[in-house]
């Protein structure tokens, strides 16, 4: 089975810059969907942005859409989330997840997942 590595995350400004990167373990086939889900205190956990691993399509939740960035390095066999203008709201874990089947925004369909890595965007 898949196994999926984060890092890079960290305490930063609110207006700052950071990126994250995934790492897998096992080369991702052309049908599957790499994404990023995060999670706050409280609150369950979401979509953020996701890539085809094949064709690099991309998609991305409203929250996000223009100050977030997905992209994936087939040669690396990683996928980074490069996220600009953060804000409070951004603070969360962020899982790297992988779906054998495809796109799809809804965790429970994700087949693996990270460890996760904490973003937290403060004064």
């Known amino acids: 089975q898949a196994q999926l590595v984060e890092s890079g995350g960290r305490k930063v400004q609110p207006g700052d810059s950071l990126r994250i990167s995934c790492a897998a373990y096992e080369r991702p086939y052309s049908s599957h969907f790499m994404s990023w889900f995060r999670q706050a205190p409280g609150k369950e956990r979401e979509f953020v942005a996701g890539?085809?691993?094949?064709?690099?399509?991309?998609y991305y939740s409203d929250d996000v859409k223009g100050r977030f960035t997905i992209s994936r390095a087939k040669a690396e066999k990683t996928v980074d989330l490069q996220m600009d203008r953060l804000k409070p709201d951004d603070t969360a874990v962020y899982y790297c997840a992988l779906n054998y089947n495809g796109l799809s925004y809804t965790s429970r369909d994700f087949d693996v997942w990270g460890q996760g890595t904490q973003v937290t965007v403060s004064s």
């Open positions: 890539i085809r691993w094949g064709t690099g399509l991309t």
